[in-house]
């Protein structure tokens, strides 16, 4: 290459490279005249609870009130309504919570609490927190405050809709029913003897068909005797008027009083197997909600206590709200040494290596940031696999600079030795990133925050082998055409420096 | 010192020490439990509930409140977290075992107090809590990135095994396996305080001992000096690689540990033990456990080819005599 064209490409690939920097990294601020703000990539991710806090919300069986709620309805009412309220509660068991001595609720026989309502509680309570651990959140907390109510945590990666699905289904105790314009079908019509509505669906799971994903619900023998039944009579989806669905027939999945699925005689297949609610990829979440919360009312039968959420709040980080700012500073101050050492040790090709390092930086961050919004959240395990990529790409610049140099040491030429240092790394790269590779596809194996570690294990792997192996190689090759003295290119000193 | 490392290479001894310390961490556990960090831990709250108006102007003024009375009844909160939403929320954490009764009287007094002299105040509410955690970490994560890891160490053989040598694809895989097993068992024996964070550490350890040994193979692989099988693997020991990569990210990690914090410390010094578990297994298990294994595959190697010399040769070598 001549050196016109190395010094003109070496010129434009620093702008490319520093504008790219700055778009990832140039910190926040107010666009003057308008009342947008400049946000770099970095600060564009979504962040696990540990980095970025999350959303919480109480859960109390009904006939339970907390001590806030209590004293706060009380100190609106007066005379015999306030006398009435207090009568009608009574805390037991050193709860702070208060209880509701309604015998239609069966939370109390009046003084203390039945062992039904405990026992169902203590059941209703661990299935909750199976089904949020089955979403698979790589943070979430289910805990049981003061025996008999929930809280549960979701991390603020979750996009505010889907947590807010998340809290109001996982949490809904009640039985699982099919009903045909109105009225309940019975399994028993189906099944000899006694029948649960599990005789009659077999499974559900989450099915997909190029980008469109459906809840797909299988039946049992007898669950498909009922499907032939019913299936001339529903409706056709395509007979919504103006899209109003509730002029239909239709086979409706319902878990307590929520609606989770209408079935129309088109999501039936001629197996029997039912495609029902298809929805693009990023709702396919809201039926992995549908699909837990149908299996597990599936497996348990629903239970006897309900309970009533709270508003939805928002926490901040636990750790912090300055965790993240911290943690930046801590990063800026490793990459500005990854950028400044190679320079020192390595001379002008400690420069290839820190242009290296910043094309990582954008590549990785802006991954990070943009591909598939909610699965790549940030975790303290994203920091950790983000600083082990930077560091192994340096390590390995600098394996592939001691190569070059040791053949230089043979006597062999600049322009030779590169290429025989390169040559003979070449398949010693390869081979550690190809296993990286196959332990980063081997995590994909984990669930929650090691899946979403897999997932960026993956992109460091494979921008570090571009980079060490193409990038790097070719940005050296442009700047080494450019440059008028190999020997000090390289910090390579030769005592018979005539020869070259 | 040079004993020290004459010893360092008795893979023995390397697997009685590992085997020691795994044993004493799960005796540990067995006895104590896991040390759950407080996020993942039962707790104690204090909530100290107000409206939005209260929130936004008075809460420094809520929150000095707060921690003097905590000040006043000697009781330490493990940290506080702040929510929002329709009602705003104060929750200080305590340790399970603080009793919280007297400082929320202690505290709705001062509540009280507040009120008395400003009208805002009225509308605060304390509330005290305990919480018991359904499960701190679930089983099935921690199943689940145990399956990966294990999964990851069957691969690594296959490929080292196929592009390498048989026995260099074993080491890899048992390299993989101890740095992730050793981890985790130095993070319970030392009680570190665990979050799910720490999984993230355990199964960087696995990857951090797949990059050190593959370096070590390749160095072993295409050193092509003939030397005696000790000398050839420990000269090529990639320790300048496997010692720059460690000091930086080491560094890296203090630094992390040193800016942020606690619970972030806490995630500084789980990587940090990943890192430092996975190079002494690149710098010293490895070369251990391949020399012997390497001994055996060119023992081997040698007796197939001096033992047979070929029909014809024999034939001649009859017809000669």
Redesign the interface.
């Known amino acids: 290459m001549g050196k016109k064209k190395s010094v003109v490409l070496m010129v434009l690939l620093t702008i490319v490279i520093v504008v790219l920097t700055a778009l990832t990294v140039f910190p926040a601020f107010p666009i003057p005249g308008t009342v947008q703000k400049w946000n770099p990539v970095v600060l564009q991710y979504d962040l696990g609870a540990d980095l970025g806090g999350g959303y919480y919300a109480y859960y109390y069986p009904e006939g339970v009130v907390s001590e806030t709620e209590y004293n706060d309805n009380l100190a609106v009412l007066v005379g015999e309504e306030k006398t009435e309220y207090e009568e009608s509660y009574v805390r037991v068991d050193g709860s702070t919570l208060y209880f509701s001595v309604d015998e239609k609720l069966g939370v109390t026989d009046g003084e203390a609490l039945t062992q039904e309502f405990k026992d169902e509680f203590n059941a209703a309570a661990k299935e909750i927190a199976a089904r949020f651990e089955a979403k698979g959140y790589s943070d979430y907390r289910v805990a049981v405050v003061e025996g008999y109510a929930l809280r549960v945590e979701l991390p603020a990666s979750e996009p505010s809709d889907k947590a807010s699905a998340a809290f109001s289904l996982l949490a809904n105790t009640g039985e699982l029913t099919l009903t045909k314009g109105g009225e309940k079908i019975d399994p028993a019509d189906y099944v000899d003897g006694e029948a649960e509505i599990s005789d009659l669906i077999a499974n559900v799971s989450i099915g997909s068909r190029y980008s469109t994903s459906y809840l797909k619900i299988e039946w049992t023998r007898a669950g498909k005797a009922m499907i032939d039944e019913v299936k001339g009579s529903l409706s056709a989806s395509t007979e919504a008027n103006g899209g109003d669905s509730s002029s239909l027939t239709t086979l409706d999945v319902q878990v307590g009083d929520e609606l989770l699925a209408q079935i129309c005689s088109d999501n039936i297949m001629d197996n029997g197997e039912v495609r029902v609610n298809p929805v693009d990829g990023y709702n396919a979440d809201y039926l992995k909600t549908f699909e837990i919360l149908i299996d597990s009312a599936l497996q348990t039968g629903g239970f006897d206590v309900t309970f009533t959420a709270d508003s939805v709040r928002r926490f901040e980080p636990v750790y912090g709200a300055n965790v993240l700012t911290l943690l930046y500073i801590a990063l800026a101050i490793v990459l500005v040494a990854v950028l400044v050492l190679p320079a020192v040790k390595m001379g002008r090709f400690g420069v290839v290596s820190a242009y290296s390092s910043l094309s990582y930086l954008i590549v990785v961050a802006m991954c990070f940031a943009f591909i598939t919004s909610g699965t790549l959240e940030i975790t303290l395990g994203s920091v950790l696999i983000f600083l082990v990529g930077l560091v192994l790409l340096n390590v390995v610049q600098y394996s592939i600079y001691n190569a070059i140099k040791a053949e230089f040491n043979l006597g062999k030429t600049v322009e030779s030795s590169v290429k025989g240092g390169y040559k003979k790394k070449l398949w010693g790269v390869i081979d550690l990133y190809a296993v990286l590779l196959l332990g980063s596809l081997a995590m994909l194996i984990g669930t929650a925050g090691v899946h979403t570690l897999a997932l960026q294990a993956l992109i460091v792997v494979v921008t570090c082998a571009f980079i060490n192996l193409l990038w790097a190689r070719a940005i050296n090759f442009t700047y080494l055409s450019a440059s008028k003295n190999k020997y000090k290119y390289f910090r390579f000193v030769r005592e018979d420096d005539d020869d070259e | 010192m040079n004993k020290l490392f004459a010893k360092m290479k008795n893979v023995t001894l390397l697997s009685v020490i590992m085997a020691i310390v795994l044993a004493l961490s799960i005796v540990i556990t067995a006895i104590f439990g896991v040390n759950y960090a407080a996020?993942?831990s039962?707790q104690n709250t204090l909530?100290v509930?107000m409206n939005r108006f209260v929130y936004d102007n008075r809460l420094d003024d809520v929150k000095a409140v707060c921690e003097k009375e905590f000040e006043k009844l000697s009781v330490q909160y493990t940290?506080n977290?702040?929510?929002?939403?329709?009602?705003?929320?104060l929750v200080y954490v305590f340790d399970q075992t603080t009793k919280l009764d007297d400082v929320k009287a202690s505290l709705k007094q001062a509540v009280a107090n507040k009120a008395a002299e400003n009208g805002e105040w009225e509308f605060i509410?304390v509330?005290?809590?305990?919480?018991?955690?359904?499960?701190s970490i679930?089983v099935?994560?921690v199943v689940?990135?145990a399956?990966?890891?294990a999964?990851?160490a069957v691969?690594?053989f296959i490929?080292?095994a196929l592009?390498?040598r048989l026995y260099m694809g074993v080491t890899?895989a048992i390299a993989?396996l101890l740095s992730g097993i050793m981890t985790a068992a130095i993070i319970l024996l030392a009680r570190i305080p665990v979050?799910?964070?720490a999984?993230?550490?355990v199964?960087?350890s696995?990857?951090?001992a797949?990059?050190f040994t593959?370096?070590t193979m390749?160095k072993i692989r295409?050193n092509v000096e003939e030397l005696p099988a000790e000398e050839k693997v420990y000269s090529s020991v990639a320790t300048?690689?496997i010692a720059?990569?460690t000091a930086?990210?080491g560094?890296?990690?203090v630094?992390?540990g040193?800016?942020?914090?606690?619970?972030?410390r806490w995630?500084a010094v789980c990587?940090l033990v990943s890192l430092l578990v996975a190079a002494l297994i690149g710098l010293v298990f490895v070369p251990a456990a391949y020399l012997p294994l390497k001994k055996a595959e060119d023992k081997s190697a040698g007796r197939g080819k001096s033992g047979y010399i070929g029909a014809e040769s024999k034939t001649e070598n009859k017809s000669e005599a």
């Not at chain 2, 977290?81 to 929320?89: I, Q, S």
């Not at chain 2, 509330?127 to 499960?135: N, P, R």
Request: glycine letters at 2%; charged letters at 10%.
């Open positions: 996020t993942v039962n909530t509930t940290y977290g702040k929510m929002n939403g329709d009602e705003c929320e509410e509330a005290t809590a305990s919480e018991v955690l359904q499960t679930p099935a994560y689940r990135a399956v990966a890891v999964v990851f691969l690594a490929y080292v592009r390498y890899t993989v979050t799910s964070s999984m993230y550490a199964v960087i696995s990857v951090l797949a990059i593959v370096l390749n295409s300048k690689e720059v990569l930086t990210l560094v890296s990690l630094l992390i040193a800016i942020a914090t606690w619970p972030l995630f990587s």
